[in-house]
């Protein structure tokens, strides 16, 4: 089943062949069952209407569960993949309020140089749950959903210099969509391994830049979910990013690889489609960012007072 959000009326939809079906005026829960039958009145042409991304998530966790992206990343160092990405999948907590549905306009993060996508899928959590097991967390998926987390890879890597972050580096948007996949239509994909095999493609300006399959995965979902409750909680609506896929999945990954900018950092007009079998395809254009006033330095502590006695 496919279920997303929409702006026209506000609508919590469904989608039917090519149109929008009201799940609000049948009741949430009962219209997810029962599908179209539990509807009446008119639909929507789906060609009418804004997608918006298909939740309104809580928390959205971005882990790093790729080995060849990290390994492309970190190829200008020389280093081989850190041994710490063995141990545990690594995520970190990124912008729910910079949710931007699967055609909408992205805008360059202010000051950014280097602008950047990343190509992942998202899982999101049905119901709650604390310190899971992965056979637990296995039933607590509701779906999936084609993620773009949006990098200014500039501003990502003066913060993590720091050895905090990212934060602006990857606050500015985040696209979700086109849909929310229920996780009982991917299991015809599942591998011998547990692993969802989906086919997954990048074109910018309609030439393709990357593609992987989503089974390249360190870890399943199940496992992502496990380790994101261990000692704490996960709720209904939280979404959890793969991490960004290999072979071509950003251009920072080609970019260590291949020791230039090549392809170059996205600028205005650039269109970025992404296409995820199973789950559909997003699309959406660069477009000029905010212009802001430059971020102040720090005193330096040399021209600060003495202590008070």
Known sequence: MQAGVVEAAGLHALLDGRSILDLVRAGLPAALDAGAAALDGPAVPLESVRLLPPLAAPTVRDFVAFEEHVEGMVAPSGEPVPPEWYQAPTFYFTNPYALIGAHDDVLVPPGSQRFDFELEVAVVVGRDGASLTPEQAREHVFGYTILNDWSARDLQMREMAVRLGPAKGKDSATTLGPWLVTADELEPHRD??????????????????GQDLL????????ELISYASRGTEV???????????????????????????????????????????????????????????????????????????
Do not use: H, K, Q, Y
């Open 192 to 209: 011998d391994e547990g692993f969802l095999a989906l086919d997954m493609r990048v074109r910018v300006n309609g030439v393709e830049i």
């Open 215 to 222: 089974s390249n995965m360190g870890w399943p979902f199940e």
């Open 235 to 309: 709720r209904a609506g939280d979404v959890l990013g793969s991490g960004t896929c290999g072979n071509g999945g950003c251009l920072a990954e080609l970019w260590g690889i291949r020791g230039d900018a090549a392809p170059p950092p996205l600028v205005p007009g650039d269109v970025v489609e992404m296409t995820v079998e199973g789950l559909g395809t997003i699309r959406n254009r660069v477009v000029e960012g905010l212009d802001l006033p430059p971020v102040a330095p720090a005193r330096p502590r040399s021209r600060r007072r003495g202590r008070a006695s």
